[in-house]
């Protein structure tokens, strides 16, 4: 096979090689023009011209795939400029994250729009400078997430900006060509529309930051919801719904993702916002192809702790960041994670005693299905372009390739 000058054949071996639903032995990974070509038996015999990548024991396994991640390293995606998100997008590169769907927050829709602006002016830069000078992860369509909340569950997001969805905004967002994720709190005046109108622009459709009943849970479901964002924070529980709903207690968000085998759901291992405990019970309940992990991640992710704007750099309502998780001011109740998915993969690999092909595909393949784009990221597969990261035997990330270019991992700067 003729291979590229700049992109020399690369063979990926000395390690253990991270598939869909298992781990593989004495196997190598080959990679040419961007794209997984083989994996096959190892051998001592190596092409001519080809750079062999020594795993030192450690791990192979596909870039991960955010689909619920809102900034890191001082930039937020809602600060509108073309610095702070390529230093988002930087930021995750470095935790292992190739893909990214950045996600809004209950901004105005003038911020939100050109939160979309800036981002589709991104995926420019990066198509331009391809792989071999980004260093940044690829932005794969944007989550329209915020301003769709229910009033007493905005968490830190600014509630002055929340609002039932209408027809004439969100149909401005979904114009761009750029929404392929779309959150909306199932109760609100309006939902049974909105999810509709995504359905048929084929997007994942979720609710989050919701108080719905199982009713409006199931309604949500027939108009094409599939998917809840964030399990057990900020949504409906029986204890959270009796104020709304009075006796008999009501089931609400948990009880129907539990029992219908199509929803899926994600959590935030960050160990802070839920204990090993809830971990394990969803991945038990749910399984790895319906439960997916995400960081939800703020600016203050690589960041020294201190007091940060969540959202919208201008108007952003402030935060605190002790270095392990964000805290809205009064220090009540949590405010986003400042950790990457490296974190969120060994702290789930913990909870779920290291069944370690099934947390992978949580972070990676599982994600990649649900947004969409799994048939060409998401898992080690032949044909597949040849996003992949090397962890070492302790699940620090080492490398980073993107279509087969290693990456720099340089250090953010606040923007």
Known sequence: MQQDEKRPMKLFRGGSIVLADRVVEGQRVVVADGRIRAIEADSKRVPAGAEVIDLKGGFLAPGMVDIHVHGGGGGDFMDGTVEATRTVCRTHLRHGTTTVFPTTTTGTCEQILTAFDICRQVQGIHAEAGSEGCGEARIAGMHLYGPYFAPEKVGCHKLEHQRDPVLSEYRRYFATGMVKIATCAAELPGAAAFYRYSRQRDCLITCGHSNSTYPEMAAAFRNGMRHVDHFWCVMSSVSSLRPRCGTP???????????????STEVIADG?????????FAYRIKGPTRLCLVTDSSRALDMPPGRYKFGCETDGDWFLSDGQVGRVLDGTNLASSVAGMDRMVRTMLRACQRQVAD???????????????????????????????????KWKVRQVFMDGVKCPMTQSKKP
């Open 249 to 263: 207690m009501q089931a609400g968000m948990e009880q129907f993702v539990l029992v219908e085998p199509e929803m």
């Open 359 to 393: 947390v992978i595909r949580m972070a990676s393949l599982t994600p990649a299905e649900r947004a969409g784009v799994a048939e060409s990221i998401g898992s080690i597969e032949e044909g597949k372009r040849a996003d992949l990261v090397v962890w070492s035997p």
């Open 272 to 280: 802070c916002h839920l204990s090993d405990e809830l971990l394990n």
